[in-house]
């Protein structure tokens, strides 16, 4: 069944190479799924060789772990990696078809590199964004190309969570969006078209539930009890938990997005900006037998 609002996937250009700009945490577990899905080759780019080839390690390291786990054979283990470079600058990007960005939430950043990245692709080179809540439309603005510019938005872990929330853009074309839709689908997503509104569906609900977790420890509530409240509600990890998954950056920065958007109806806890502000990635640190306590520091805040 066509997804609401999916244009006709006749109109889908073939994906025969991809780039990801960045080689993070979000860009390295994306570069792992378009191998391991589309067996294409999969160019990682970053600000220096060393990043680079940080989130080629990451990617050959958990192919290893399905080889060793019996989930590939070897000969797809060997064609599989053989797919996976990394490097700096976007040269390589000539003949990609999809090029997917996960750097940085910013939305001047962003604007740039898509606009050095048109210098070395061509015009049907589809180019997705993983903004967890930035306008695409903003994002495409000032390109030539601003028709092939959507949003691919996914969700940590991405070898595990379904969703794939696309977003179109006023200027994307059906083309560029049928494309979306058809990698998202061999990517073995669920994609959802959601519209251009900051936090687009998911993070809307992620940043209030969050948000209001946190909100009951800017207003005295201890750490602990604040994030062990929630547990009757069988979540698969708690508030605190995900929130760590997340990363309080992004987490802020979503929060930022919507209260600039919506100030009624979303607030800033102050503890999100401390834990950004002190460089903290969460509440926890584990010790070696995989238990959780508050981290001292944070709980001093
Ligand atoms: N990477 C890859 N695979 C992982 C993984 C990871 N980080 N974490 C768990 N897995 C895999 C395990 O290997 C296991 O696979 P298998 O069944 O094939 O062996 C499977 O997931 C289940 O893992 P576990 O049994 O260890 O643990 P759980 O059942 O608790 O599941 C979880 C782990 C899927 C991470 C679950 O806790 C969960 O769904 N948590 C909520 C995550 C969430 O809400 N993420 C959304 C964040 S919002 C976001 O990313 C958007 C951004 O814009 C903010």
């Known amino acids: 069944k066509r997804p609401v609002g999916a244009p006709d996937k006749k109109l889908a250009r073939p994906v025969t190479k991809v780039g990801i700009v960045g080689a993070g945490l979000m860009a390295s577990q994306l570069a792992l799924l378009f191998v391991r899905k589309l067996e294409v080759p999969v160019v990682m780019t970053d600000l220096d ?3 680079a080839d ?18 590939i054979s070897p000969d797809k283990h ?16 000539s003949d990609a078809d999809f090029v997917i960005e996960a750097v940085f939430e910013e939305l001047e950043l962003k604007k740039q590199i898509f606009g050095e990245i048109e210098k070395h692709t061509s015009a049907e080179c589809v180019f997705a964004t993983n903004t967890s809540s930035l306008s695409i439309t903003d994002m495409a603005a000032g390109l030539s190309h601003p028709e092939r510019v959507v949003g691919f938005h996914f969700f940590n872990p991405v070898a595990v969570l379904p969703l794939l929330e696309i977003i179109r853009g006023e200027k994307t074309d059906d083309a560029a969006l049928a494309t979306a839709f058809a990698t998202g689908k061999k990517l073995g997503k669920s994609c959802v078209l959601v519209k251009d509104a900051p936090g687009f569906v998911v993070n809307r609900l992620l940043t209030r539930f969050l948000g209001t977790v ?19 509600l069988g979540l698969p990890m708690s508030p605190l938990v995900l929130l760590q998954l997340v990363g309080p950056a992004v987490a802020l920065h979503t929060a930022e997005t919507l209260h600039e958007a919506f100030p009624e109806r979303f607030g800033v806890s102050e503890n999100m900006r401390k834990f950004v502000e002190v460089g903290k990635s969460g509440v926890y640190t584990w010790d070696e037998k995989g238990r959780p306590s508050v981290d001292p520091e944070v709980e001093a805040l």
């Open 78 to 93: 060997n064609r599989l990696k053989a797919l996976i470079s990394g490097e700096v600058g976007y040269e390589s990007f």
């Open 49 to 51: 060789q060393e990043r």
């Open 54 to 71: 940080k989130g080629v390690a990451y990617v050959v390291a958990e192919l290893d772990k399905l080889l060793q786990k019996k989930r």
């Open 214 to 232: 946190i909100g009951t420890i800017d207003d005295g509530t201890d750490f602990a009890v604040a994030d062990q409240a929630l547990e009757p």
